[in-house]
T-cell receptor
Framework: SQTIHQWPATLVQPVGSPLSLECTVE??????LYWYRQAAGRGLQLLFY??????ISSEVPQNLSASRPQDRQFILSSKKLLLSDSGFYLC?????????????FGPGTRLTVL | TQLLEQSPQFLSIQEGENLTVYCNSS?????LQWYRQEPGEGPVLLVT?????EVKKLKRLTFQFGDARKDSSLHITAAQPGDTGLYLC?????????FGAGTRLTVKP
């Protein structure tokens, strides 16, 4: 069976500090990978998605970046955090089909920027 | 503006009541998913509907996909406190999927 891991679970960082959130998937190969941000009580905002190693598509221009160094590893980074970067960050994976894109989510990382 | 509009945004009901939440769009989707998310956790997939007019049942939950594949509804019968959570719909088209903002349901004992 497939599992998806995210860490850390919670993070408190000062404004201007760097960020690195990691996501790994087990039990599948060549998944599509996604990073979402969810503001308190709101829906999901797609930040980045990747269909393969080194292939990153950005949905929203911002001070965040993503990388996919390995098939089942997805990293979200920032060089300098802003207050507005606070939120709940979710990683997800899906099979690379064109018709049905059921996504399976990790447990999330709660980021607070002070 | 949201591609998918979910209503109501918030819903608070007593245990045992029935409820329906809606997911509407002007776009046609190849499939639509419903997820439930509990506080501090990732969303969990409940169901996927693919065919226009399709109805799927999951215990006390009934999901329907509109005939034109632009909208969907989720009906819960005899709601229980364990149904509390954020219900998200997501529509897939052209190998892309977008989420609605969700309906936050609270079921009081």
């Amino acid at each position: 069976s497939q599992t998806i891991h995210q860490w850390p679970a919670t993070l408190v960082q000062p404004v201007g500090s760097p960020l690195s959130l990691e996501c790994t998937v087990e039990g599948t190969s060549n998944p599509n990978l996604y990073w979402y941000r969810q503001a308190a009580g709101r829906g999901l905002q797609l930040l980045f998605y990747s269909v393969g190693i080194g292939q990153i598509s950005s949905e929203v221009p911002q001070n965040l970046s993503a990388s996919r160094p390995q098939d089942r590893q997805f990293i979200l980074s920032s060089k300098k955090l802003l207050l507005s970067d606070s939120g709940f960050y979710l990683c997800a994976w899906s099979k690379g089909t064109r018709v049905i894109n059921e996504q399976f989510f990790g447990p999330g990382t709660r980021l607070t920027v002070l | 503006t949201q591609l998918l509009e979910q209503s109501p945004q918030f819903l608070s009901i007593q245990e045992g009541e029935n409820l329906t939440v809606y997911c509407n769009s002007s776009s046609v989707f190849s499939s639509l998913q419903w997820y439930r998310q509990e506080p501090g956790e990732g969303p969990v997939l409940l169901v996927t509907v693919v065919t226009g007019g399709e109805v799927k049942k999951l215990k006390r939950l009934t999901f329907q996909f509109g005939d034109a594949r632009k909208d969907s509804s989720l009906h819960i019968t005899a709601a229980q406190p364990g149904d509390t959570g954020l219900y998200l719909c997501a529509g897939a088209r052209n190998n892309d999927m977008r989420f609605g903002a969700g309906t936050r349901l609270t079921v009081k004992p």
